[in-house]
């Protein structure tokens, strides 16, 4: 099983930028595929982008494509999410997650997942 915990969550103003981190521990992060999900008050959680195992191939939600880049070391064990033009909707907490399956756009099959690192945009 692999432990993950984000990091690097916090205040932004609209329009600004932030970089999210994942490190993982336990078992080689290579092993799996790895999404980015996120859930705002009382809101349900929701997909955010997803990045295969090898890093060749990914996929966002439609209010993250071309603002939101996911990518992974898995020389370091590490995924991460960078933001662009953040908006007050992008407001929530994000979780990092992993999945054994080779494609999934689902939370339900995601294994294992972090705390979570809350964002906040606000001016």
């Known amino acids: 099983q692999v432990q993950l915990v984000e990091s690097g969550g916090g205040l932004v103003q609209p329009g600004g930028s932030m970089r999210l981190s994942c490190a993982a521990s336990?078992?080689?992060?290579?092993?799996?595929?790895m999404g980015w999900f996120r859930q705002a008050p009382g809101k349900e959680r929701e997909f955010v982008a997803f990045i295969d195992r090898g890093g060749g191939s990914t996929s966002y939600a439609d209010f993250a494509k071309g603002r939101f880049t996911i990518s992974r070391d898995n020389a370091n064990n590490t995924v991460a999410l960078r933001m662009n033009s953040l908006r007050p909707e992008d407001t929530a907490v994000y979780y990092c997650?992993?999945?054994?399956?080779?494609?999934?756009?689902?939370?339900?099959?995601?294994?294992?997942w972090g705390q979570g690192t809350q964002v906040t945009v606000s001016s």
């Open positions: 997650a992993s999945t054994a399956a080779l494609w999934s756009t689902s939370a339900a099959q995601y294994d294992n």
């Open positions: 336990g078992r080689a992060v290579s092993r799996y595929a």
